[in-house]
């Protein structure tokens, strides 16, 4: 089956880390593109951060640049978000998203939920 | 940036009617090197992750019903749903792919009238 699985979500302190993953099954992974969208609660979808399909090239949204990092292994068809010094505004559902032949968003993850509180 | 602002910010559409969603960009998602508008149409069911519609404008995803068609080039789009079904009730986002960040619309949100 094509999916993609996030874990890694959870609660944290404001200025701690967590390591986000997502694995993708059932396609070529090291073939895709990938993004990171997130989604707080009862809002919309804001793009986060995307990697290309061999790692080489990655960009960031303003509000993540210098604190998040995104990264892949294709090897074990898996995507990861690593968060530091995160902030109360960072609590969203987390998503990973494939880029398809399109080039939009064809095939997305359920998200895991990442809490940043006290 | 480029923004993306949709209107309405909610819809309600008796069953069988036609619903339309609009979506403005601050500038043009026309690539020059494929001539193809670089914006997509998502669904996102209460619960669910985004379900993509509609890709470069006007191409349907392969398993979207012909009721769900996207229009518009430029700065302009539309994202119109004939004949409304009960499943159809859903926040839909417009999304710029064409240059980063890439950004969505804030949503519209489509219910039964």
């Known amino acids: 089956e094509v999916q993609l699985v996030e874990s890694g979500g959870g609660l944290v302190q404001p200025g701690g880390s967590l390591r986000l993953s997502c694995a993708a099954s059932?396609?070529?992974?090291?073939?895709?593109?990938m993004h990171w969208v997130r989604q707080a609660p009862g809002k919309g979808l804001v793009w986060v951060s995307r990697?290309?399909?061999?790692?080489?090239?990655?960009i960031y949204a303003d509000s993540v640049k210098g604190r998040f990092t995104i990264s892949r292994d294709n090897a074990k068809n898996t995507l990861h978000l690593q968060m530091n010094s995160l902030r109360a505004e960072d609590t969203a559902l987390y998503y990973c998203?494939?880029?398809?032949?399109?080039?939009?968003?064809?095939?997305w993850g359920r998200g895991t939920l990442v809490t940043v509180s006290s | 940036d480029i923004v993306m602002t949709q209107s309405p910010d909610s819809l309600a559409v008796s069953l069988g009617e036609r619903a339309t969603i609009n979506c403005k960009s601050s500038?043009?998602?026309?690539?020059?090197?494929?001539?193809?508008?670089?914006l997509a149409w998502y669904q996102q069911k209460p619960g669910q992750s985004p379900k993509l519609l509609i890709y470069w404008s006007s191409t349907r995803e392969s398993g979207v019903p012909d009721r769900f068609s996207g229009s518009g080039s430029g700065t302009d789009f539309t994202l119109t749903i004939t004949s409304l079904q009960a499943e159809d009730v859903a926040v839909y986002y417009c999304?710029?792919?064409?240059?980063?960040?890439?950004?969505f619309g804030q949503g519209t949100r489509l219910e039964i009238k």
């Open positions: 059932g396609f070529t992974f090291s073939s895709h593109w």
């Open positions: 998203a494939r880029v398809g032949s399109g080039s939009s968003n064809d095939l």
């Open positions: 999304q710029q792919y064409h240059s980063a960040p890439i950004t």
């Open positions: 500038q043009s998602v026309l690539s020059g090197s494929n001539n193809k508008n670089s």
């Open positions: 990697i290309t399909s061999d790692g080489s090239s990655t």
